[in-house]
């Protein structure tokens, strides 16, 4: 199966850094550039760094089963499906419009709130709305993929994600803060401009193969046609004897058209078997009575809950305490010298204030929605159970990706011999240069998969090498090619697992997508060079 390349070759970049790690010695930066030697791997390694990889990031692999468990319920509830047929409806004949809306939100929530991974929750739903416009799995990939990378290169306000990279170049959080929101700007526009054109081949492919076919179509429905008259009339025959008791009469059964009846059965079975095989993201179509207003009521609210949360309020964003305020003041209630919500919530837990949640904050959201939406519509407990777990089994696959990637990044945290191809690229030439620059952050968002270790891996050496009295210009480099990256290193976390969940292989993502790679590339080129070069 296609889906099954995308582990193929993250195994095999697997590999190719075992080798690297036996080829190149290792170092880390410590104050000081320190030689380790050579760090090599072993073939035991290869079994024990998963396992590791689950000890250390276990909580984002759980994050994608319960996303997938989350969404297992939804579908047990006919009134998910009418929303989603209400939205399609809604923007029926104003599709592409639809996808610009979709690329810039979930561009703005990793931009401004740091949600690249935190994104997922939303997945599965948008997905089922690309799916249900008419699009294919290139487009839904396009849109997701796409729109988290231009996020991450057009990092606005999303602290978490920067911060090794602002406190490594002792920049502000708001520095260049117009460049970055024009790289975001221009990313989006290049992005849908690309969905656009490859929407646009598709249906002339599309156009080209009905013409090409339509013959041979016609003389296969044909043939099934003939078949299907005898096969049917006998079938009828001997069902109206079984009922009535009497013999049937094949001179009146004969005046009717038998052709016609069979072609609208053969009509059945060919829309059956036409059946889109990514028909599985997308839940069976139901006639139902429910209501769709606490559904879509529930959904928002938790959509607004996730944004409030991941913005950064506090002294590192936007300077707000207001959410700082109110947590602490609930956290202090007390009744009666008890302190009812700090209990309530949990003892162990410290509970954070918006702007400050994780991962692991989004889980209690999750549960309680699913709480209520099963109580609101009436599922049973065996439904939820049910459902849960069917959803969860197909988020299995993705999360396998998630560990085998995050593997990746523990070899070469274990076995460092990336700084050592840094250290020699920086050498090139004296002081500061923007095409070495840009080449150490391409390789350090190779090397590694998550963002704070691709920082931490090379600012805090690149700033003890190279002085600068404004290292703006080298927040933007790292920035906004680390965000270059993510579209198709084959250790990009968000790349790979979009992949795995929609069955697209790593080869067909790379033929649609190296257009849209390569202008992007160039336009953040030229926007770097002219900001040098001011």
Known sequence: MKKHNVFKVVLITMLVFLLLSWIFPAAYYSGEFVDQGRVQMGLFDLFDYPLLAVSYFGYIVLYVILVGGFYGVLYKIPAYRLLLDKIVAKVAGKEKVALAVMVVVVSLLVSVCGLHIGVALFVPFLVALIYLMGYDKIVAAMVLVGSVSVGLAGSTYAYSNLSILLEGLSLKNDYQILVRFLILLVGVVLLLFNIYMYIKESLKVSKSEKKTVKKV?????????????????????????????????????????????????????????????????????????????????????????????????????????????????????????????????????????????????????????????????????????????????????????????????????????????????????????????????????????????????????????????????????????????????????VLMTVLSYLGVSYKEWLKNVWKFLLELFVVLLIIIVILYSL
């Open 217 to 493: 179509e016609v003389t296969l429905a044909t043939d099934k046609v003939e078949k299907k008259v005898t096969k049917t009339t006998v079938k009828k025959t001997a069902s109206k004897g079984k009922s009535t008791g009497k013999k049937s009469n094949n001179k009146s059964k004969s005046r009717k058209n038998p052709n016609k009846a069979a072609l609208r059965e053969a009509e059945i079975i060919v829309v059956k078997e036409n059946v889109d095989e990514d028909s599985s993201y997308v839940p069976e179509k139901v006639v139902s009575n429910q209501k769709t207003g606490p559904m879509t009521l529930v959904l928002v609210l938790l959509f607004v809950l996730v944004c409030l949360a991941f913005i950064t309020w506090n002294e590192n964003g936007f300077g707000i305490k207001l959410f700082d305020d109110i947590t602490k003041a609930v956290k202090e209630f007390e009744i009666g010298k008890f302190p009812i919500f700090a209990k309530i919530l949990g003892s162990r837990y410290d509970v954070k204030a918006f702007g400050l949640w994780s991962i692991t904050d989004l889980f209690l959201p999750m549960g309680v929605v699913v709480l209520i939406l099963s109580v609101i519509y009436k599922l049973s407990f065996d439904d939820v159970i049910d459902g849960f777990v069917k959803g969860a089994k197909k988020a299995l696959y993705p999360a396998v990706i998630v560990v085998f990637v995050y593997s990746i990044l523990v070899l070469v945290t274990y076995h460092p011999f990336q700084l050592v191809l840094y250290k020699a690229i920086l050498g090139w030439v004296k002081g500061f240069n923007v095409f070495t620059t840009v080449l150490v952050s391409l390789l350090a968002g190779l090397f590694n998969s998550d963002i704070y270790y691709t920082f931490q891996s090379i600012v805090p050496y690149f700033a003890s090498v190279v002085d600068l009295k404004d290292y703006s210009v080298v927040g933007i480099i790292f920035q906004s090619m680390y965000g270059v990256t993510t579209l198709v290193a084959p250790t990009s976390l």
